[in-house]
């Protein structure tokens, strides 16, 4: 009976010591969670915070003075121009080829 008993009670200690491990581990994984949800938290603001930087510089990048464009003209034409046809090429053109192609595909559908 004692045998038992203290097979009973080794076993229990076992399973406490084994209780206490896993407690303990949750404890420090739940603080590390806890930690990077903290983190992650000030991630938006970041981005937030990065994304206006960007759109700053993207405003100052873009007001460009008249004296600087005319010189721009008249000195290099050639790069003007380009630029010029790689504006309309990728905004209007390419919006009014891609309307034309999604109509004729429209057709194509409903001639079949």
């Known amino acids: 009976m004692i045998a038992g008993v203290t097979d009973d009670v080794a076993e229990l200690t076992r399973q406490l010591a084994q209780l206490k491990e896993e407690r303990d581990y949750l404890l420090a994984h739940s603080r590390n969670l806890e930690l990077e949800l903290r983190r992650v938290a000030r991630e938006p603001a970041r981005i937030r915070e990065l994304e206006q930087r960007l ?57 079949a």
């Open 55 to 111: 759109a700053v510089a993207e405003a100052v990048l873009r007001r460009v003075s008249f004296v600087h464009m005319g010189r721009w003209l008249i000195l290099e034409p050639d790069v003007a121009l380009k630029r010029v046809y790689r504006r309309l090429r990728d905004g209007v053109f390419w919006r009014a080829r891609e309307r034309y192609r999604v109509f004729r595909l429209k057709q194509r559908r409903s001639e």
